[in-house]
């Protein structure tokens, strides 16, 4: 029987144990030092970010949130659907982007998506876009930019709400990524774009 008891006990520990080290990551996650979120939320090609995000009237850390999300500062990334670069975009979207006047192809060439400055200009055009086309609705914008346009229309009449009404566990967890990443650019680099 004392070889039963103790063996119960320690099964009750084990939760105790879990529960601890979920709250203490917490706390280093909550507290941590700027520099600790650094390393994990880095800040690169300031120039053409800062560059791209005034002419396309973009937030410039939502720029950096979607790069930090879509290739992790990976200027080499492709999809398997075949989305190019820091900002994974489809060759089609940047064509798109220079159909409709809002990239100057004769200075950033749609065909060299693995380019930092180019794709960050077809992929700044292209949030500004989806965010106007929503009426400023950066939440529509950032899940449109993953989902697709017409996928956030059809979720837009079926729920006001967008969370709500968002069919793809992919672009929720999408949504909720780049919210958090940009709301960290925020805080980690504020003095970065003046």
Known sequence: MPNRVRLLAWYRIVPLLIMALIGAISFVYVYAPAALFQLIYPLEYTDYISASSERHAVD????????????????????????????QLLPATAEDMVRLGLVDATRFDPENLD????????????????????????????????????????WSEVDTALH?????????????????????????YSNEFL
Do not use: C
């Open 164 to 188: 709500n009404a968002i069919a793809f566990p992919e672009t929720q967890a999408y949504l909720f990524r780049v919210n958090n990443a940009w709301t960290r650019y925020k805080e980690l």
């Open 115 to 154: 380019d930092p400055e180019t794709n960050i200009e077809f992929g700044s055009a292209y949030l500004s876009y989806l965010i106007d086309y929503f009426n400023g609705s950066t939440d529509r914008a950032i899940a449109a930019y993953n989902a697709g346009l017409s996928r956030v229309n059809d």
């Open 60 to 87: 410039p850390f939502l720029v950096a949130a979607v790069i930090e999300t879509e290739s992790n500062w990976d200027p080499d990334a492709v999809s398997s659907k075949d989305a190019h670069g820091l900002m």
